[in-house]
């Protein structure tokens, strides 16, 4: 069962997310959330799997939320929820944990693979969305921290492979045909990517290609 808390300050919202949710089996909503604070109280309590996070709302806003709760022990899998698919607040609230964003306006089938590939964990939400906004937005960024670089210098030449594939929003076994291994193999690299990255799933492994430089913004 995927637990999963709604953070959305329109009641009307929520009511329209928790009855697709609901009525998928394997998926549960234990709660509802009207502000960011709030949503930092019921996670701390409900304990979901996945938070559906608006990225607006009263008293502390999802940004802040989000950077809050990933920064938990045993933290939740923030999905953020946003009307407009390169809303300005995104690209950071992807930077302070989340896993991905889901326009509001998507139909029942997306909001429901959404909640079931954050869960897992293994994936991106929306692969071509959401590369296109983290390229929009690393065009803005700062310049790359000394540690990220360093980081990267620890990879082998075939994870950087990986990596950059990973960054494009291709699947395991999309990267798989295209270096010509194993899926296994793939997924034997991408979860040393994660450890040796430092990065809590693959949506921070490609916003940390971007901002190195790894790979430029628009490249194929």
């Known amino acids: 069962m995927i637990d999963v808390l ?9 009511t329209g997310f928790r009855m697709i949710l609901e009525s998928e089996p394997g998926i549960k909503v234990v709660g509802e959330a009207t502000t960011g604070r709030e949503a930092l109280t ?8 996945v938070v559906l996070m608006d990225i607006r709302m009263p008293e502390l806003d999802g940004l802040q939320a989000t950077r809050e709760l990933t920064a938990r022990n045993l933290a939740p899998r923030v999905v953020i929820l946003t009307t407009f698919d390169l809303d300005e607040y995104v690209f950071e609230a992807l930077h302070s ?13 997306q909001l429901l693979a959404a909640v079931r590939i954050a869960a897992a964990g293994d994936a991106l939400l929306s692969p071509p969305i959401t590369r296109r906004l983290i390229e929009h937005y690393a065009q803005q960024t700062r310049t790359p921290a000394p540690d990220q670089q360093r980081r990267l210098d620890q990879l082998t030449a075939r994870e950087l492979d990986v990596l ?30 994660l450890a040796k990255l430092g990065t809590r799933d693959r949506t921070q492994l490609v916003i940390l290609a971007y901002e190195t430089g790894l790979i430029q913004p628009g490249a194929q």
């Open 164 to 193: 950059k594939l990973v960054a494009r929003g291709l699947s395991n076994q999309e990267i798989a045909q295209a270096l010509v291994l194993a899926t296994t193999t793939v997924k034997s690299h991408v979860a040393s990517l």
């Open 97 to 109: 944990g989340a896993s991905g964003f889901l326009l509001k306006t998507a139909p029942a089938d």
């Open 6 to 14: 709604l953070a959305d300050d329109q009641e009307l919202v929520r």
């Open 42 to 49: 019921l996670s701390a309590r409900l304990r979901p799997a």
